[in-house]
């Protein structure tokens, strides 16, 4: 079972920027649509941007123009930048498939936008 690990997360002031990091184990990643999700606390997890096997990337409303993912399949990582950071970007992040794979979340990685 693939498994993935999430890093990079902060403490960054509103207007900040960062770029996440998620790793994967295994050797077919590069066969995986990945996606990066997002849970608030209180809140249902939810998906952030897409990236297909080629590359076509998708982003959802709430971070269009402020977030950009990408994949290098030869390290088996997927990124997300986001920029223009706003409080309610606040959530621990979650790499997975997509669509997800239940027995493959990892531990997250917290993201606090604060001033």
């Known amino acids: 079972q693939v498994q993935f690990v999430e890093s990079g997360g902060v403490l960054v002031q509103p207007g900040g920027s960062l770029r996440l990091s998620c790793a994967a184990s295994?050797?077919?990643?590069?066969?995986?649509?990945m996606a990066w999700y997002r849970q608030a606390p209180g809140k249902q997890r939810d998906l952030v941007a897409r990236i297909t096997t080629s590359s076509e990337t998708t982003v959802t409303n709430a971070v269009k123009g402020r977030a950009t993912i990408s994949r290098d399949n030869a390290k088996n990582t997927v990124y997300l930048q986001i920029d223009s950071l706003k409080p309610e970007d606040t959530a621990v992040y979650y790499c997975?498939?997509?669509?997800?794979?239940?027995?493959?979340w990892g531990q997250g990685t917290q993201v606090t936008v604060s001033s």
């Open positions: 997975n498939s997509w669509p997800p794979r239940p027995a493959s």
């Open positions: 295994g050797s077919i990643f590069s066969l995986y649509v």
